[in-house]
């Protein structure tokens, strides 16, 4: 039942963009974008927060107008930045971290935009990417670990930043190519070629970078960091296609592929690898 619910919210709101870009194409876009960057979940109150983030250091900054929050387990200098992905937030590294802190590393993990106690109502890997450099420029971060979307943020800022310091990544279900991103999304809307064509031009404008150059693994031919790629194959948000290209163009790149885990990847085995790699 939900599945029908899903497909006809889904549906009758493509029907009324597409009507919509015949009257007014710029709208229709605007709204289409919105829908496809704003999450509809991963925030958190202050008076609820998870057990995990509790009881920790908390540090806010500034993106342009934007306040981010992060949450801090002090340990020595080296520094390991944790980056979650689409509609999450830094609680969502609570298994992990029973891995990581006995380390003694202090560990850092970050609210995205519009996620957790961060501000703003847009999403994606760019900004993302502006996140993780304020922080890289502050602390200067040895190992970066990145789920689903943060994962891609984190080569977004590998390639326009090019950090020195980082010297390890892990890149857990993380997307590759932004263009499946956006082609799946109009698939699931079944929106019209004037809209999908107004989308991939706004992204062109805002992002400067064109939809079919807009990929992680491209970027990561470039990379001289060592990194721990894994993906499931039983994957159904981020195929298993995305992670080995991933593999196939990281020079200096070890490479799992998981069974059963699906796209949360939560699993004691794999933590005990990631932990090795460290």
Not at 44 to 49: D, P
Not at 53 to 63: D, I, P, R
Not at 153 to 177: M, R
Not at 234 to 253: F, H, P, Q, S
Request: overall charge positive; aromatic content about 12%.
């Amino acid at each position: 039942m939900k599945k029908i619910q899903f497909f006809i919210i889904t549906k009758s709101i493509g029907l009324y963009l597409n009507a919509l870009s015949y009257v007014n194409l710029e709208e229709a876009k605007k709204k289409a974008y919105q829908l496809f960057s704003q999450p509809r979940k991963g925030r958190i109150k202050k008076e609820k927060l998870p057990k995990t983030l509790q009881n920790v250091a908390y540090e806010t900054f500034e993106y342009q107008t934007e306040k981010f929050q992060t949450y801090i387990w002090h340990g020595n200098e080296d520094i390991i930045l944790l980056v979650h992905g689409w509609e999450s937030n830094a609680s969502r590294w609570k298994k992990l971290l029973h891995y990581l802190k006995p380390l003694g590393k202090t560990i850092i993990a970050i609210d995205g935009p519009a996620h957790g106690l961060s501000e703003g109502k847009e999403f994606n890997a760019p900004k993302y990417a502006e996140y993780i450099n304020v922080i890289a420029q502050k602390y200067q971060p040895k190992i970066v670990i990145g789920h689903s979307v943060g994962g891609a943020a984190i080569s977004f800022f590998l390639n326009k930043y090019q950090n020195p310091t980082i010297e390890k990544v892990i890149l857990l279900g993380a997307p590759s190519d932004f263009k499946i991103l956006s082609d799946n999304f109009v698939k699931l809307l079944s929106l019209n070629d004037k809209i999908k064509t107004q989308l991939e031009n706004y992204y062109l404008k805002k992002f400067n970078i064109h939809i079919d150059d807009f990929s992680g693994h491209q970027f990561a031919k470039n990379f001289t960091q060592k990194a721990f790629i894994a993906h499931d194959t039983e994957d159904k948000v981020v195929l298993i296609d995305e992670g080995r290209k991933y593999a196939n163009a990281w020079k200096n790149a070890i490479y799992i592929e998981t069974q059963g885990l699906g796209h949360s990847m939560h699993d004691a085995d794999l933590y005990q690898k990631i932990i090795d790699f460290i």
